[in-house]
T-cell receptor, first 113, second 114 residues
Framework: AQSVAQPEDQVNVAEGNPLTVKCTYSVSGNPYLFWYVQYPNRGLQFLLKYITGDNLVKGSYGFEAEFNKSQTSFHLKKPSALVSDSALYFC???????????FGTGTRLQVFP | GAVVSQHPSWVICKSGTSVKIECRSL??????MFWYRQFPKQSLMLMATSNEGSKATYEQGVEKDKFLINHASLTLSTLTVTSAHPEDSSFYIC??????????FGEGSWLTVV
């Protein structure tokens, strides 16, 4: 079965500092991995995805994620955090057979001014 | 870009009544849509996969007679919560699969059952 794990419930970072939101995956076969962001009382916005190709994936709003096969990780990163990045971030894996997205438990990012 | 619209954004209904939530793909056709439920401060729980022209596929533990899903056209799927109870109060989110199998999410619908 496909799954993702987000080990941190919350990540706190000062504005201007780099941020990392962790995600590890467990899949059979090649992973299709995604990051989404959710602002309060809103739906999910797509940030980036890894299907194949370069291990470093660049996405929206300056975010990027690094696919690491040996560590089965797909951590979300940003070189310089903004207060407006404060939100709930979800890692997800896609089941190729059913197209279902399986979400992690989410990590709340809090960026302090 | 592709847009998925959910309506209503907020709805309050009385216990025992039914409420319908619509999910529309505004500028693309979606043969497949997904319905999720999200409790406060929790992750999204997939409820069902909605396929145009056929019956929805429900996840284990989701009551299909309570959460009726109809995908009558390539741009519209509806979720009807029947005989609603307070414990059905939640944030419901739909997503639709567009071109190149990209998935787009709606803005969600808050349901409060009183």
């Amino acid at each position: 079965a496909q799954s993702v794990a987000q080990p941190e419930d919350q990540v706190n970072v000062a504005e201007g500092n780099p941020l990392t939101v962790k995600c590890t995956y467990s899949v059979s076969g090649n992973p299709y991995l995604f990051w989404y962001v959710q602002y309060p009382n809103r739906g999910l916005q797509f940030l980036l995805k890894y299907i194949t190709g370069d291990n470093l994936v660049k996405g929206s709003y300056g975010f990027e994620a690094e696919f690491n096969k040996s560590q089965t990780s797909f951590h979300l990163k940003k070189p310089s955090a903004l207060v407006s990045d404060s939100a709930l971030y979800f890692c997800a894996v896609r089941d190729i057979d059913t197209d279902k997205l399986i979400f992690g438990t989410g990590t709340r990012l809090q960026v302090f001014p | 870009g592709a847009v998925v619209s959910q309506h209503p954004s907020w709805v309050i209904c009385k216990s025992g009544t039914s409420v319908k939530i619509e999910c529309r793909s505004l500028d693309f056709q979606a043969t497949t849509m997904f319905w999720y439920r999200q409790f406060p401060k929790q992750s999204l729980m997939l409820m069902a996969t909605s396929n145009e022209g056929s019956k929805a596929t429900y996840e284990q533990g989701v009551e299909k007679d309570k959460f009726l899903i109809n995908h009558a056209s390539l741009t519209l799927s509806t979720l009807t919560v029947t005989s609603a109870h307070p414990e059905d109060s939640s944030f419901y989110i739909c997503s639709a699969m567009g071109a190149r199998n990209t998935i787009y999410f709606g803005e969600g619908s808050w349901l409060t059952v009183v």
